[in-house]
């Protein structure tokens, strides 16, 4: 006798069942039983209808639907939900119908109009997990349909669930839509969807030396460089890709964090002159992983490594990107490297926005310059660090030490024209000294030469706002933010903003910047006293008198006349801002 067949298909199962159903009916079970029958006649029914579900069993206050699409599985849940918020808006808190609902996708068995099967029992466990009015889905759900929806979910991980073996990723949907692009669409907002857009995390140090951080980390470092020279990919910078370093790392959450649909992970093992490097590239959407190699060699070899490396990576998203652009060039020797580990070790260092570490950052890289003066990179980041550090506290003879920030960027350029950095160097030179024209060509050059560069579209809307030019300044400096959303300089460009709100006569959005930009990092001298000034312009005249004896305790030389001489606006833009610190009190 042949065995009988069972006839399976692949669905998307809907469960919903009443938040207290057994409550409200203990309370006034007609009265819920007729709000319930409204409610199914005039919105639940009719919805699953229109999005193609067929209701295959009713209990008493339970409700299972099946959908060919998953996709019109979730847009059915939200509806629901979104009419029974308006419907229940009235409707005093003890008396409200509010579903749970769950969703999943899996096989099913058929036995007439009913179905069977894990597919069934998940969605049920789903619908036990969500909050009252709330909608939960299986990951595989969430993989389907979070490119093709515009809902945002939450990743509330693996849970064990009831008489399931294994445990089950869910995810929380936000009922509330994003609103479709608009004409004034930020750039940045603009470049996520136009281009393929990737993070690189920090490499993880595998050698058990802690001394060998930074070489983990120059590999990232050099990897990221590599690809934002290429002017199809939105890459985020650094500084935001390493905000994730020493931490165990979900990928899809760091994914949507950074705003990326690409992920480079990898680690570094090196032992006496040998060195492993292994790296995955991952779709954060699905979880796949698209591309995976290691690389073995001797360390006179590593920078060959690297740049296989992003060659690969490259060539994995997208092979018509080698056509059209090359890889990073080999100008690089050997020899360079006790130099590069310097120029990373010090980079790493600085970040950490520190008075202490940034004076030992800076010491580092004058070492660096004098044994190794033919490296362009120490030059034009010790340049870089001299300028900045006036933004951090750090100490700043501000001519002297401006004249060798200006020698050392330009032997940068001379010993590498294609260094952004070194451009970047030489922009901030020429802002600091008053030359806004040759200031913003340079960081436009920096720009050019690496269209992805966070620092050079911070520093370009600093250039504009000290020249008075508000509106450009607000979009290179959210720009800059937008590429590198966890950067520590991402303080200085809030007070970049700050400052345009100030020259443009708003003076709220200017205290609320310069607020913004205290919480972000606290003693950032050029925010003070923007801030000083725009309390004063707003007519706050006694917190603005307040914060400016707090700053005259830290900074007694502090006055119009300092002003005039240290801080570089141009003539229009100094008069605008001498104009508050005058209302606020200071001479």
Not at 218 to 234: H, Y
Not at 546 to 553: G, P
Request: glycine share 8%; charged share 25%.
């Amino acid at each position: 006798m042949a065995e009988e067949r069972v006839d399976r298909r692949l669905a998307a199962i809907l469960a919903a069942d009443i938040s207290g159903y057994s409550r409200l009916m203990g309370t006034d079970d007609e009265g819920t039983l007729r709000q319930l029958k409204i409610h199914r006649k005039e919105l639940v029914d009719p919805k699953i209808t229109e999005h193609r579900g067929r209701i295959v069993k009713t209990t008493g206050d339970g409700i299972l639907v099946e959908f060919v699409s998953v996709v019109d599985a979730v847009r059915c849940a939200v509806d629901i939900q979104r009419g029974m918020i308006e419907r229940n808006a009235n409707v005093s808190a003890d008396k409200r119908i509010q579903f749970r609902i769950g969703i999943n996708v899996g096989d099913i068995i058929i036995d007439g109009d009913d179905i069977y099967g894990d597919g069934v029992n998940v969605a049920a466990r789903l619908e036990s997990l969500a909050d009252p009015g709330g909608i939960m889905v299986s990951r595989v759900v969430h993989d389907q349909v979070q490119d093709k929806l515009g809902f945002d979910f939450d990743d509330m991980g693996e849970q064990t669930v009831k008489n399931i073996a294994r445990p089950v990723g869910v995810h929380r949907v936000h009922l509330t839509e994003q609103l479709p692009r608009s004409a004034n669409a930020s750039r940045a907002e603009l470049a996520t969807s136009e281009r393929p857009s990737i993070a690189v995390l920090p490499f993880v140090n595998m050698s058990g030396d802690p001394e060998q951080e930074y070489f983990a980390d120059g590999i990232s470092e050099d990897i990221i460089t590599g690809l934002s020279k290429l002017r199809w990919f939105f890459v985020i910078a650094r500084n935001s890709s390493f905000a994730y370093k020493g931490k165990t790392i979900d990928v899809k959450r760091a994914a949507r964090e950074l705003g990326v649909r690409y992920v480079l992970e990898g680690s570094v093992r090196k032992g006496g002159n040998r060195v492993r490097i292994t790296a995955q590239l991952i779709d954060a959407a699905t979880g796949n992983h698209i591309w995976a190699d290691r690389y073995d060699g001797d360390l006179t070899d590593v920078f060959a490594l690297q740049d296989e490396i992003t060659r690969k990576v490259v060539a994995a998203i997208e092979p018509k990107l080698l056509e059209a652009e090359g890889i990073r060039s080999q100008r690089r020797s050997s020899e360079d490297l006790d130099a590069w580990e310097t120029v990373i070790h010090a980079n790493s260092l600085f970040w950490r926005m520190t008075e202490s570490e940034g004076a030992a950052a800076i010491e580092m890289l004058n070492r660096a310059v004098e044994r190794y003066p033919d490296y362009g990179p120490a030059h034009s980041m010790l340049a870089f660090m001299i300028v900045v550090s006036s933004h951090l506290n750090l100490t700043f003879s501000a001519r002297e030490q401006l004249t060798r920030a200006a020698k050392l960027a330009a032997r940068a350029a001379e010993l590498d024209d294609g260094d952004p950095w070194a451009h970047l160097a030489l922009g901030y030179v020429a802002f600091m000294q008053r030359r806004a024209a040759e200031s913003l060509a340079e960081f436009r050059r920096a720009l050019d030469l690496n269209p992805n560069f966070a620092a050079a579209h911070g520093y370009l809307g600093w250039a504009f706002v000290f020249d008075g030019q508000s509106e450009n300044a607000i979009t290179h400096l959210d720009e800059a933010i937008r590429m590198s959303p966890q950067d520590p300089q991402n303080a200085i460009f809030t007070t970049g903003i700050a400052i345009a709100h100030y020259m443009a006569g708003r003076y709220e959005e200017a205290v609320a910047a310069c607020r913004k930009a205290f919480q972000q990092r606290s003693g950032l001298a050029r925010g003070t006293r923007v801030y000083i000034a725009s309390l004063a312009q707003a007519g706050q005249l006694e917190e603005a008198r307040a914060a400016l004896a707090a700053m005259k305790e830290i900074h007694p030389e502090l006055s119009i006349a300092w002003i005039k001489q240290y801080v570089p606006y141009t003539a229009a833009s100094m008069e605008k801002f001498l104009e508050g610190m005058r209302k606020a009190g200071l001479e």
